[in-house]
């Protein structure tokens, strides 16, 4: 009996022993082996080749006809015809210079809230050139050069340009100048006579009427002023004449309607400019939906007793006045 229990106390302590053995075994951390197939890995390498890429286009300037660039962003047109204005980018294609088709650009005025870019072509508002000149400077870059040919009726305000090319796959660019340039407001005038002959008269006659016609050449809405002199502007007269005499300034005088009555109806000419123009004698603008604006004066002179024979001789300046002033 003796024997039987020290062999049933020999197996309890083995297998106590197991277990702890166990115990110990499952709380140890694991460790998995330095060749797991996930800590394997296999570099492979990734190609293609880019067969076309868009050109892309930078530093879009606006020139003015001198080929330089505006002075203080601002552009003085010349009255009554056209100034050469330019818009210059450049430009680059990786697939190679020969590579881009075509370039356009237009030059709009940029006004506050709506453009007209896009629009169809009207002077006033915007021009488009549709074969604007490419020039390589190596394999891949170059310059477009785009000339335009604005009339002096364009609005004044802040102009901006657009440049527009497109590659043999039709990908295009466009780019607009980073600085709007202004076109200053143009108050001009031309006059369809250098001369008001009023022909002979006799002392205390009134001439006949003279009509002298008055075109807006400018970009803006404008007023007449007018003053006259004898030799020299402000000396109060309107002619020299023989033997010393004159004729003050105010015999000479002006309407805006035919016929008018010499007594009546019309205002003596001043020696001083207008500050206003002639009351209520506006010449619009012209723009290009319309033929020149154009506006008419009626001329006047009598000849004052103390004028002596022979001829006589002045002058009447004609200015362009702000319609805003």
């Known amino acids: 009996m003796k024997n039987k229990n020290a062999a049933l106390n020999d197996s309890l302590t083995v297998l106590v022993l197991l277990f702890l053995a166990l115990a110990v075994w499952v709380s140890l951390p694991f460790y998995p082996r330095a060749d797991a197939a996930f800590y394997d890995n296999t570099t492979v390498t990734t190609k293609l080749n880019v067969t076309n890429a868009p050109p892309t286009i930078h530093n879009t300037i606006i020139y003015d006809d001198n080929g330089t660039a505006w002075t203080n962003d601002v552009m003085i047109l010349n009255e009554g015809t056209i100034d050469m204005i330019y818009c210059n980018a450049?430009?680059?294609?990786?697939?190679?210079?020969?590579?881009?088709?075509?370039?356009?650009?237009?030059?709009?005025?940029?006004?506050?809230?709506?453009?007209?870019?896009?629009?169809?072509?009207?002077?006033?508002?915007?021009?488009?050139?549709?074969?604007?000149?490419?020039?390589?400077?190596?394999?891949?870059n170059g310059t477009v050069s785009c000339t335009f040919k604005v009339f002096f009726h364009a609005e004044p305000g802040a102009w901006n340009c657009s440049v527009y090319v497109v590659d043999q796959y039709n990908y295009e660019a466009t780019d607009f100048a980073d600085t709007l340039k202004n076109i200053s407001k143009l108050f001009a005038l031309e006059l369809n006579t250098t001369t008001i002959d009023y022909g002979n008269l006799a002392v205390g006659d009134v001439s006949g009427e003279e009509q002298v016609n008055i075109k807006n050449t400018g970009n803006s809405d404008i007023n007449i002023s007018v003053d006259g002199y004898g030799s020299i502007r402000g000396d109060g007269l309107a002619m020299n004449c023989s033997f010393g005499t004159s004729i003050a300034v105010g015999y000479e005088r002006y309407a805006i309607f035919p016929?008018?009555?010499?007594?009546?109806?019309?205002?003596?000419?001043?020696?001083?400019?207008?500050?206003?123009?002639?009351?209520?004698?506006?010449?619009?603008?012209?723009?290009?939906?319309?033929?020149?604006?154009?506006?008419?004066?009626?001329?006047?002179?009598?000849?004052?007793?103390?004028?002596?024979?022979?001829?006589?001789?002045?002058?009447?300046?004609?200015?362009?006045?702000?319609?805003e002033a």
């Open 90 to 140: 450049s430009v680059r294609d990786t697939n190679g210079w020969a590579d881009i088709n075509k370039s356009n650009a237009t030059l709009f005025l940029h006004v506050p809230g709506p453009t007209h870019y896009g629009e169809a072509s009207d002077r006033d508002y915007i021009y488009a050139n549709d074969s604007c000149q490419l020039d390589s400077i190596d394999g891949y």
């Open 259 to 323: 016929d008018s009555n010499y007594s009546v109806n019309m205002t003596s000419l001043t020696s001083s400019p207008l500050t206003y123009g002639i009351a209520n004698l506006t010449i619009i603008e012209t723009d290009d939906d319309t033929a020149n604006s154009t506006n008419l004066t009626y001329w006047r002179i009598s000849v004052p007793f103390g004028v002596e024979a022979g001829p006589c001789n002045g002058s009447i300046v004609f200015s362009a006045v702000g319609n």
